[in-house]
């Protein structure tokens, strides 16, 4: 069975810029939570998302924004991105137990 | 359970000694708690969780344990191993598994596993 899975590896982007990434929950898990860590930093939670409603949300501006999809795939969106948005975005699924790979995101 | 900046305290241990990695957590009303492991790259493993009625849980070569009275988790990992290196974290969820909440995750611990 494949685990949570986490797309792309690696982005890079310039300031201003909006970046999306991409997150599908272990099948028949409902809910996707998103993080932010920033190097050297733990995880800082972003947003939840279950059955394709965004249930919870963490202290960050709006520009941080997501949606989940009918199959529980989830994206989350940054617009005008700033240099400190440079972090690993890691999404879990609904048992928190599961983390993807995570995406690493690079603003320059 | 705040992040401390960008040096992260490390545990330096011999091969084959016992490592014990140590958390404080912030809520008194978290009743779930998890332990993971990140390597370097790669996103967060779950090693052991532990919900708040209990003071003790044992998995393989893990151990982990809760004094709920002064808010403080361990990790103990039995005959350490040069895998084990990593950064290890400390979560805690103030609704228990699956909760309509987020985890709040440690600082880290870095372990470094010598030969």
């Known amino acids: 069975e494949a685990g949570v899975t986490q797309s792309p590896t690696h982005l890079i982007k310039t300031r201003g810029q909006q970046a999306t990434l991409r997150c599908s929950p272990i099948s028949g898990h409902t809910s996707v939570y998103w993080y932010q860590q920033a190097l050297g930093l733990g995880l800082q939670f972003l947003l939840w998302y279950d059955e394709g409603e965004e249930r919870n949300r963490g202290n960050f501006p709006p520009r941080f924004s997501g949606r989940q999809f009918p199959n529980y795939s989830s994206e989350l969106n940054v617009n005008a991105l700033e240099l400190e948005d440079s972090a690993l975005y890691l999404c879990?699924?609904?048992?928190?137990?599961?983390f993807g790979q995570g995406t690493r995101l690079t603003v320059v | 359970g705040e992040s401390v900046g960008l040096h992260l305290p490390t545990l330096s241990v011999q091969e084959g000694d016992n490592s014990i990695i140590n958390c404080a957590y912030s809520n008194s009303a978290s009743d779930y708690f998890i332990w993971y492991k990140q390597e370097s790259g790669k996103g967060p493993q779950f090693i052991i969780d532990i919900r708040s009625n209990m003071d003790k849980r044992q998995g393989q070569r893990v151990t982990v344990l809760l004094n709920k009275t002064v808010k403080h988790l361990s990790l103990q990992i039995a005959a350490t191993q040069p895998g084990d290196s990593a950064v290890y974290f400390c979560a805690e969820n103030p609704l228990g598994p699956g909760g309509y909440n987020k985890l709040i995750f440690g600082a880290g611990t870095r372990l470094a596993v010598h030969p």
């Open positions: 879990a699924d609904n048992t928190e137990a599961f």
